[in-house]
T-cell receptor
Framework: AQKITQTQPGMFVQEKEAVTLDCTYD???????LFWYKQPSSGEMIFLIY??????QNATEGRYSLNFQKARKSANLVISASQLGDSAMYFC???????????????FGTGTRLLVSP | GAVVSQHPSRVICKSGTSVKIECRSL??????MFWYRQFPKQSLMLMAT?????????EQGVEKDKFLINHASLTLSTLTVTSAHPEDSSFYIC???????????FGPGTRLLVL
Protein backbone atom coordinates (compact mmCIF):
# COMPACT_ATOMS: atom_id res chain seq x y z
CA ALA A 1 0.00 0.00 0.00
CA GLN A 2 1.28 3.42 -0.89
CA LYS A 3 2.28 5.28 2.23
CA ILE A 4 2.76 8.75 0.77
CA THR A 5 0.28 10.04 -1.78
CA GLN A 6 0.72 13.15 -3.87
CA THR A 7 -2.32 13.44 -6.10
CA GLN A 8 -1.20 16.44 -8.13
CA PRO A 9 1.24 15.46 -10.90
CA GLY A 10 1.53 19.10 -11.92
CA MET A 11 0.58 22.52 -10.61
CA PHE A 12 0.68 25.96 -12.16
CA VAL A 13 0.87 29.21 -10.25
CA GLN A 14 1.53 32.80 -11.15
CA GLU A 15 4.45 34.64 -9.69
CA LYS A 16 3.75 36.22 -6.28
CA GLU A 17 0.71 34.00 -5.71
CA ALA A 18 0.50 31.32 -3.02
CA VAL A 19 0.24 27.64 -3.90
CA THR A 20 -0.60 24.51 -1.92
CA LEU A 21 0.90 21.13 -2.77
CA ASP A 22 -1.04 18.20 -1.35
CA CYS A 23 0.36 15.25 0.55
CA THR A 24 -1.44 12.51 2.47
CA TYR A 25 0.22 9.71 4.36
CA ASP A 26 -0.63 6.39 5.89
CA UNK A 27 0.98 4.97 9.00
CA UNK A 28 -0.04 3.20 12.17
CA UNK A 29 3.07 4.33 14.03
CA UNK A 30 2.28 7.14 16.51
CA UNK A 31 5.76 8.57 16.02
CA UNK A 32 6.69 9.71 12.53
CA UNK A 33 8.23 12.60 10.68
CA LEU A 34 7.13 14.33 7.52
CA PHE A 35 9.41 16.15 5.11
CA TRP A 36 9.21 18.19 1.97
CA TYR A 37 12.06 18.30 -0.53
CA LYS A 38 12.51 20.35 -3.69
CA GLN A 39 14.24 18.85 -6.73
CA PRO A 40 15.16 21.31 -9.49
CA SER A 41 16.13 20.10 -12.96
CA SER A 42 19.74 19.73 -11.81
CA GLY A 43 18.65 16.77 -9.69
CA GLU A 44 19.76 17.74 -6.23
CA MET A 45 17.29 17.24 -3.41
CA ILE A 46 16.89 20.36 -1.30
CA PHE A 47 15.40 20.01 2.17
CA LEU A 48 12.58 22.51 2.74
CA ILE A 49 10.66 21.76 5.90
CA TYR A 50 10.05 19.12 8.57
CA UNK A 51 7.06 18.29 10.78
CA UNK A 52 7.18 15.83 13.64
CA UNK A 53 4.06 13.90 14.54
CA UNK A 54 4.10 15.26 18.08
CA UNK A 55 4.75 18.85 17.10
CA UNK A 56 1.91 21.03 18.34
CA GLN A 57 2.36 23.80 15.82
CA ASN A 58 2.60 23.75 12.06
CA ALA A 59 6.16 24.06 10.82
CA THR A 60 7.23 27.21 8.99
CA GLU A 61 10.47 28.06 7.19
CA GLY A 62 10.46 31.42 5.47
CA ARG A 63 8.01 31.25 2.56
CA TYR A 64 7.30 27.59 3.25
CA SER A 65 4.73 26.38 5.72
CA LEU A 66 3.33 22.96 6.36
CA ASN A 67 -0.41 22.60 6.92
CA PHE A 68 -0.38 19.57 9.22
CA GLN A 69 -3.78 17.99 9.81
CA LYS A 70 -3.09 14.90 11.85
CA ALA A 71 -6.63 13.53 11.94
CA ARG A 72 -6.83 13.70 8.17
CA LYS A 73 -3.25 12.43 7.80
CA SER A 74 -2.35 15.27 5.52
CA ALA A 75 0.76 17.42 5.38
CA ASN A 76 0.28 19.96 2.64
CA LEU A 77 3.07 22.34 1.68
CA VAL A 78 2.14 25.98 1.25
CA ILE A 79 4.50 28.23 -0.69
CA SER A 80 3.68 31.90 -0.30
CA ALA A 81 4.67 34.62 -2.77
CA SER A 82 5.84 32.18 -5.46
CA GLN A 83 9.00 33.00 -7.35
CA LEU A 84 10.18 31.84 -10.76
CA GLY A 85 12.95 29.90 -9.03
CA ASP A 86 10.35 27.80 -7.23
CA SER A 87 9.66 25.88 -10.45
CA ALA A 88 10.78 22.34 -9.66
CA MET A 89 9.60 18.90 -8.55
CA TYR A 90 8.42 18.74 -4.97
CA PHE A 91 8.49 15.51 -2.99
CA CYS A 92 6.72 14.73 0.24
CA UNK A 93 8.39 12.07 2.39
CA UNK A 94 7.74 10.25 5.63
CA UNK A 95 10.24 8.85 8.08
CA UNK A 96 9.68 5.21 8.82
CA UNK A 97 11.32 3.17 11.49
CA UNK A 98 12.39 4.00 14.99
CA UNK A 99 13.53 7.53 15.52
CA UNK A 100 17.12 8.11 16.61
CA UNK A 101 18.27 4.76 15.36
CA UNK A 102 20.19 3.68 12.32
CA UNK A 103 17.11 2.05 10.93
CA UNK A 104 15.00 5.02 10.03
CA UNK A 105 14.40 5.60 6.36
CA UNK A 106 12.43 7.94 4.16
CA UNK A 107 9.56 6.89 1.93
CA PHE A 108 8.85 9.33 -0.87
CA GLY A 109 5.71 10.25 -2.74
CA THR A 110 5.59 10.43 -6.52
CA GLY A 111 6.13 14.16 -6.57
CA THR A 112 4.38 17.25 -7.91
CA ARG A 113 5.89 19.36 -10.66
CA LEU A 114 5.35 23.04 -9.94
CA LEU A 115 5.60 25.61 -12.69
CA VAL A 116 5.66 29.28 -11.75
CA SER A 117 4.76 31.65 -14.57
CA PRO A 118 5.60 35.36 -14.80
CA GLY B 1 23.14 23.64 6.49
CA ALA B 2 24.89 20.28 6.19
CA VAL B 3 26.69 19.73 2.88
CA VAL B 4 26.93 16.40 1.11
CA SER B 5 28.98 15.90 -2.04
CA GLN B 6 28.99 13.13 -4.62
CA HIS B 7 31.59 12.17 -7.15
CA PRO B 8 31.41 11.80 -10.06
CA SER B 9 28.42 13.90 -11.07
CA ARG B 10 27.96 11.87 -14.22
CA VAL B 11 29.62 8.80 -15.67
CA ILE B 12 29.35 6.85 -18.90
CA CYS B 13 30.71 3.33 -18.94
CA LYS B 14 30.67 0.20 -21.03
CA SER B 15 28.49 -2.74 -20.16
CA GLY B 16 30.30 -5.18 -17.90
CA THR B 17 32.50 -2.65 -16.16
CA SER B 18 32.25 -1.54 -12.54
CA VAL B 19 31.59 2.01 -11.42
CA LYS B 20 32.31 3.50 -8.00
CA ILE B 21 30.35 6.48 -6.68
CA GLU B 22 31.53 8.39 -3.63
CA CYS B 23 29.34 10.20 -1.12
CA ARG B 24 30.98 12.53 1.38
CA SER B 25 29.64 14.60 4.23
CA LEU B 26 31.77 17.74 4.11
CA UNK B 27 31.07 19.56 7.35
CA UNK B 28 29.65 16.93 9.66
CA UNK B 29 30.08 13.31 10.66
CA UNK B 30 27.42 11.01 9.29
CA UNK B 31 26.88 7.80 11.18
CA UNK B 32 24.22 6.83 8.68
CA MET B 33 24.16 7.32 4.94
CA PHE B 34 21.48 6.27 2.49
CA TRP B 35 21.64 5.36 -1.18
CA TYR B 36 18.68 6.02 -3.48
CA ARG B 37 17.96 5.38 -7.12
CA GLN B 38 15.71 7.50 -9.27
CA PHE B 39 14.52 6.61 -12.75
CA PRO B 40 13.40 9.42 -15.08
CA LYS B 41 10.17 11.07 -14.02
CA GLN B 42 9.88 8.80 -11.00
CA SER B 43 10.34 9.12 -7.29
CA LEU B 44 13.35 8.18 -5.21
CA MET B 45 13.60 4.55 -4.17
CA LEU B 46 15.78 3.62 -1.23
CA MET B 47 18.38 1.01 -2.12
CA ALA B 48 20.26 0.59 1.12
CA THR B 49 21.08 2.10 4.47
CA UNK B 50 24.72 2.33 5.39
CA UNK B 51 25.96 2.60 8.96
CA UNK B 52 29.60 3.40 9.59
CA UNK B 53 31.64 0.35 10.43
CA UNK B 54 28.92 -2.20 9.75
CA UNK B 55 27.35 -3.94 6.80
CA UNK B 56 24.76 -2.09 4.80
CA UNK B 57 21.10 -2.96 5.09
CA UNK B 58 19.61 -3.51 1.66
CA GLU B 59 16.00 -3.00 0.67
CA GLN B 60 14.02 -5.89 -0.70
CA GLY B 61 14.83 -6.59 -4.32
CA VAL B 62 18.21 -4.84 -4.30
CA GLU B 63 21.09 -7.21 -5.07
CA LYS B 64 23.80 -6.73 -2.48
CA ASP B 65 26.40 -8.42 -4.66
CA LYS B 66 25.68 -6.06 -7.51
CA PHE B 67 25.49 -2.85 -5.51
CA LEU B 68 28.40 -2.95 -3.08
CA ILE B 69 28.28 -0.37 -0.32
CA ASN B 70 31.19 0.52 1.91
CA HIS B 71 30.90 3.03 4.75
CA ALA B 72 34.48 3.03 5.94
CA SER B 73 34.51 6.34 7.76
CA LEU B 74 32.11 8.85 9.29
CA THR B 75 32.39 11.08 6.24
CA LEU B 76 32.56 8.68 3.31
CA SER B 77 30.32 6.02 1.82
CA THR B 78 30.85 4.41 -1.56
CA LEU B 79 28.48 2.61 -3.89
CA THR B 80 30.02 0.31 -6.48
CA VAL B 81 27.85 -0.89 -9.31
CA THR B 82 29.50 -4.13 -10.37
CA SER B 83 29.28 -5.54 -13.90
CA ALA B 84 27.03 -2.69 -14.94
CA HIS B 85 24.35 -3.24 -17.56
CA PRO B 86 22.23 -0.75 -19.51
CA GLU B 87 19.30 -1.31 -17.15
CA ASP B 88 21.48 0.04 -14.32
CA SER B 89 21.47 3.43 -16.02
CA SER B 90 19.83 5.77 -13.55
CA PHE B 91 20.30 8.70 -11.22
CA TYR B 92 21.95 7.60 -7.98
CA ILE B 93 21.69 9.95 -5.03
CA CYS B 94 22.99 9.61 -1.51
CA UNK B 95 21.95 11.27 1.69
CA UNK B 96 23.42 11.60 5.14
CA UNK B 97 21.87 12.00 8.51
CA UNK B 98 23.37 14.35 11.05
CA UNK B 99 23.85 12.29 14.18
CA UNK B 100 20.47 11.20 15.47
CA UNK B 101 18.71 14.11 13.87
CA UNK B 102 15.64 13.69 11.76
CA UNK B 103 16.69 15.36 8.56
CA UNK B 104 18.53 13.70 5.72
CA UNK B 105 20.69 15.96 3.59
CA PHE B 106 21.18 14.88 0.01
CA GLY B 107 24.12 14.94 -2.31
CA PRO B 108 23.80 16.38 -5.83
CA GLY B 109 23.43 12.92 -7.39
CA THR B 110 25.30 10.90 -9.99
CA ARG B 111 23.91 10.19 -13.45
CA LEU B 112 25.07 6.79 -14.66
CA LEU B 113 24.76 5.78 -18.29
CA VAL B 114 25.77 2.25 -19.21
CA LEU B 115 26.27 1.66 -22.92
Amino acid sequence: AQKITQTQPGMFVQEKEAVTLDCTYDTSDPSYGLFWYKQPSSGEMIFLIYQGSYDQQNATEGRYSLNFQKARKSANLVISASQLGDSAMYFCAMREGQRNTGFQKLVFGTGTRLLVSP
Amino acid sequence: GAVVSQHPSRVICKSGTSVKIECRSLDFQATTMFWYRQFPKQSLMLMATSNEGSKATYEQGVEKDKFLINHASLTLSTLTVTSAHPEDSSFYICSARVGVGETQYFGPGTRLLVL
